[in-house]
């Protein structure tokens, strides 16, 4: 059954310039992104590979964390997209999707569920949804998505590409 998750800005932001979002809704239902978040990626962002996508794509919703006080204190440690992004999945108890080690670590500590791009890519393709997760890690990479090679390793293996 597919859930719900709440986004961060760099794993959107990965598959997008990638030409590769259609895969997050391939396996999540419903996206959820933080105002901060879409600020970041669609405000801030305009003109840069991604924004435009992140923009036109009607199946990622919006929603405003309601704990203002503690969004802020998170704020002191990340930024108001990963703040927001963290206090909104614990509100809605959704998936935190997210790439940053640290944020994370964070997210974890809350209880939270947490996955990435990698373990989309994973997801995507025990389902059978992409064909090789090696092909579309290359195009994450080749769009400037930021791994490493044990990262990598690691996903191909476990998807028994590797």
């Not at 986004?7 to 996206?31: E, M, N, T």
């Not at 933080?34 to 600020?39: F, N």
């Not at 090696?134 to 390793?153: C, H, Q, Y």
């Not at 996903?155 to 590409?161: A, F, I, K, N, P």
């Amino acid at each position: 059954m597919k859930q719900v998750i709440v986004a961060d800005s760099s794993p959107l932001i990965s598959f997008a310039r990638a030409g590769k979002l259609h895969i997050v809704q391939l396996v999540y239902a419903k996206i959820v992104i933080p105002p901060a978040v879409y600020e970041e990626i669609v405000v801030n962002g305009k003109g840069k590979p991604g924004a435009e996508e992140i923009r036109i794509a009607s199946w990622i919703k919006i929603e405003k964390p309601m704990n203002k006080s503690k969004v802020e204190i998170i704020e002191a440690k990340f930024g108001p997209g990963e703040s927001e992004a963290i206090v909104l999945a614990e509100e809605i108890e959704a998936v935190l999707l997210a790439d940053e080690v640290v944020v994370i670590k964070e997210a974890r500590k809350r209880g939270l569920q947490v996955t990435s791009t990698h373990l989309i890519l994973e997801e995507a393709k025990r389902r059978n949804l992409i064909k090789s997760a090696k092909v579309e890690l290359d195009g994450l990479i080749a769009s400037g998505f930021r791994t490493t090679p044990g990262l990598i390793r690691e996903t191909l293996r476990r998807v028994g590409e590797y």
